[in-house]
């Protein structure tokens, strides 16, 4: 790559590593919500590139710092995730062990765990980048697209058979429940709107009121003890490779998330300890957020938030493996990871030191105020209907002592109904 290339993609890297940072210590605010906002600032943005390169390129480098804000977002959201309750589809299997941590004083601990199993993602998944992308090019992903509905079905059933007696009729309810809540939402059916003429963030409502809103008056206003920090290496790296292969199959699948992905990599390879299991799930995430780009450029279909933003800005440029593109946006992940890692780390002793003067309850108030603010900002009065509906469909596994993870029916459920042709 050309240094000076080089060195403006670093330039654009820090930048999204700002931004990703920022939004990822907001409790609530998804990495889609991030992307779709800098996409909407395109115009000024791509202006305010154009300075420095070539105008043709300004595109690509913007794609870079949505990418690295995506990469950098998705690993420092760990942290208020941890310490207030507020985890999204890409990490509340991993927060709720996580939760426990915290209470016992080990929440840096975990917060360790967690870096150290994305940062070990990015870099297995840039090295095993190019032979994927030929593999799936060349015969795997056309055999993967032709199991779709078969695996979404395994999934499911997997999910159901998690608990066991009455427990696995809830777990069907709920994610009957959630899957109808996700299908209403995709279908328009209830019209938000953005109070800011922006295109309303439909899915903030329904994430919100599944994962969010319920951990945190589940949560209450626990008090959290002193948390200790004297694990440089808390966790083995091998428990982040064991997550790649599935975090590069949940990038091509659509509707299953990395907390998908961690129960299946959990059936193959054990769940382990808790501190391996917060790694796995880590490096599960950050290897879909690549192999979701790969798909992007094989197929141009968007699985994310996060790669419709790129796909709008990069419309029309050669994406393909050995392009400049598609290798610059390689490059961004790789650098946004190690700064990701930094990051997370410096924010989880910052939040060690912050918790301990905060008086929870009246913070979670705080929070709960904010996510209702945001829902009618993004989407609306109408998202608050939304909001309300799901909230009471993400206290029922709560209330039911059974795991949160069937709420993912949201987005398996239409996904499958969709692939079966019903709507």
Not at 100 to 116: Q, T
Not at 152 to 168: D, K, P, Q, T
Not at 203 to 227: C, D, K, N, V
Not at 326 to 345: D, E, K, N, Q, R
Request: charged content about 10%; overall charge negative.
């Amino acid at each position: 790559m050309d240094p000076d290339l080089l060195l403006m993609v670093l330039y654009m890297c820090l930048m999204g590593a700002a931004m990703g940072t920022l939004s990822g210590l907001v409790p609530g605010i998804h990495v889609n919500t991030l992307s779709m906002i800098l996409l909407a600032f395109g115009g000024p943005l791509l202006d305010a590139v154009s300075v420095f390169v070539p105008y043709g390129s300004a595109p690509v480098m913007l794609a870079c710092c949505i990418m690295s804000a995506a990469v950098v977002h998705s690993m420092v959201s760990f942290v208020p995730s941890a310490f207030i309750g507020i985890p999204d589809t890409e990490s509340v299997l991993s927060v709720l062990p996580a939760h426990r941590m915290v209470l016992e004083g080990e929440g840096m601990v975990a917060v360790r765990c967690a870096a150290i199993g994305s940062l070990t993602g990015a870099i297995t998944s840039l090295i095993i980048a190019v032979p994927l992308y030929l593999m799936l090019g060349n015969g795997l992903g056309d055999y993967l697209n032709s199991i779709l509905i078969a695996v979404l079905l395994i999934v499911l059933a997997l999910m159901v058979l998690e608990e066991s007696g009455m427990s696995r009729l809830y777990a069907l309810a709920i994610i009957i429940a959630s899957g109808a809540a996700g299908l209403i939402v995709m279908l328009d059916i209830v019209p938000m709107e953005s109070i800011t003429g922006m295109e309303p963030e439909t899915m903030f409502p329904l994430l919100t009121g599944l994962f969010g809103i319920p951990s945190l008056m589940w949560q209450g206003g626990a008090e959290i003890p002193p948390q200790y920090d004297d694990e440089v290496l808390p966790v083995s790296p091998s428990y982040g490779v064991k997550g790649v292969l599935t975090g590069c199959v949940t990038g091509w699948f659509p509707g299953i998330t990395s907390t998908a992905g961690a129960m299946i990599a959990g059936r193959i390879f054990g769940n382990g300890d808790t501190r391996g299991f917060i790694s796995m799930v880590s490096s599960i995430g950050t290897a879909s957020a690549m192999s979701a780009f790969i798909t992007l450029s094989l197929t141009g279909k968007e699985r994310s938030g996060t790669m419709s933003a790129i796909n709008s800005l990069v419309e029309g440029t050669d994406i393909s493996l050995g392009s400049m593109t598609f290798t610059c946006i390689l490059v961004s992940m790789g650098i946004a990871a190690v700064l990701g890692y930094i990051i997370t780390v410096w924010s989880g002793k910052r939040m060690c030191t912050f918790v301990q003067r905060l008086d929870m309850n009246a913070f979670n108030r705080a929070i709960l105020i904010l996510m209702i603010s945001l829902t009618i900002v993004f989407c609306g009065y109408w998202g608050l209907v939304v909001l309300a509906a799901c909230t009471l469909i993400g206290m029922a596994p709560l209330v039911l002592g059974i795991r949160r993870i069937h709420l993912t029916g949201c987005l398996i459920v239409p996904v499958l109904l969709f692939k079966l042709g019903l709507f």
